[in-house]
């Protein structure tokens, strides 16, 4: 019986040793109307991004972009995602947003509906430039078939973050905020944003 429970002790003490030295924390959400201050991990997650992408997609949607271009031009727009601006402490989280969003948005629709191309540039540089191509016979215009396919529109997000310490506390209150700009026009077809805060005790670390 005695070595019964010193071994019942022992994997107790490994047990403990084990969850103590993983340091792994939940992630918890902060409601942005509860300023009670929470001990989890703070930043943006996987669950947040693709909460935004859905609502992009959800806008686009809408919106009824497909629609309402293919009645006008007999043709599917063309929807170049832009690398999202990200002026938080997360840069990370930059690349897979956008790749997350590319796919979402071409799960949802067919070649029939919608068609994507993929732009690093800022947006305005970007609608100056497309315009030049497009008078250039470089790309594409709604009239025409070129070289290179040009976009109809141009879809940008932009990540800002409001953080603050106590230092024993992180707040991170990180605003999503979306665009789609029809690149002929200059039109602001649509805007959108979402807050997402998260507390933590130390920094959350993205690998």
Known sequence: MRNFWIILLMLGFVATASGYGTGCRQSTRVDL??????????????SDLLEVTDEIADQVKKQKISERFI????????????????????????????ENLVAE?????TRDELRFSQRDSDVQEAVA???????????TDRT??????????????????LSMTDGEYEDDTILYSFELIDTETDELIFKGRHLIRRVSEKSAVYR
Do not use: C, H
């Open 144 to 161: 025409g078939r070129r070289t290179k396919l040009g976009a109809d529109y141009f879809l940008k997000a932009k990540f800002s973050t």
């Open 129 to 139: 430039s497309e315009k030049e191509a497009k008078e250039s016979g470089e790309r």
């Open 105 to 109: 948005l071409m799960d949802r629709y």
């Open 71 to 98: 009645a006008k031009w007999n043709d599917p727009p063309i929807i170049a995602v832009i690398r999202p601006q990200n002026d938080t402490r997360f840069p990370e989280v930059t690349q897979i947003f956008r």
């Open 33 to 46: 109307d509860d300023d009670e201050v929470g001990p989890e991990s703070s930043g943006p997650y996987s």
